[in-house]
């Protein structure tokens, strides 16, 4: 009999927005939809009376149009510049806080873009609108209404994250475990 453990569990929010300047033309024009995405793990297996900090910051995504433009992954060149706030819930899940001042600057590695990048990004998630900056300094994106990224309640949470790469192959190992098992059986019986 296999016995089972609850595991960490990441949970994601997404604050939805607007543009209202884009650097590269990958990023889409002045007024279409754009978001952030945080990918959070605290070690917790469920999203009721949590908090998750910017050292539980997993991933940061801008999206634009339902592209992703650009992702910065955990360990963000050796931590975050700035991590100001925390993302926390209730009893019931509901977000009750978010960040007031999570940044990362001079990034060169731990990051995937859609645009031409030479050696740096910028990014910003602290109530301003110029959000990315390209490796020159320059406001690579700005979105409308970004002070709202300090009210919890302009965040909603993400559900339909992938399944971690490894349960589909432990699903498939037990099955296999089981076809072999059942073929053993069945050459038993007939030797």
Do not use: C, K
């Not at 050796?78 to 926390?88: P, R």
Request: zero cysteines; hydrophobic letters at 45%.
């Amino acid at each position: 009999m296999i016995g089972t453990s609850a595991s960490a569990v990441p949970f994601s929010y997404r604050f939805d927005s607007q543009i209202v300047s884009a650097l590269f033309e990958p990023f889409g024009s002045v007024g279409d939809p754009a978001s952030i995405t945080v990918t959070l793990d605290n070690g917790g297996t469920s999203d009721l009376s949590q908090t998750w900090t910017a050292a539980h910051l997993q991933s940061l995504t801008f999206g634009v149009n339902g592209a992703v433009v650009a992702s910065f992954f955990s360990p963000f060149d050796g931590g975050l510049v700035s991590s100001s706030g925390a993302f926390a819930t209730d009893a019931s899940g509901n977000l009750t806080s978010a960040p007031t001042n999570w940044r990362d600057s001079s990034v060169t590695a731990d990051f995937t873009a859609s645009f031409p990048v030479n050696n740096e990004l910028w990014w910003f998630v602290s109530g301003i609108n110029a959000v990315l900056f390209d490796s020159s300094g320059e406001p690579a994106l700005l979105l409308a209404d970004i002070e709202g990224t300090t009210d919890p309640a302009n965040w909603s949470r993400v559900t339909d994250l992938p399944l971690p790469p490894t349960l589909p192959l432990l699903l498939v190992g037990l099955g296999g475990v089981a076809l072999l098992r059942r073929a053993r059986t069945a050459a038993a019986r007939g030797a």
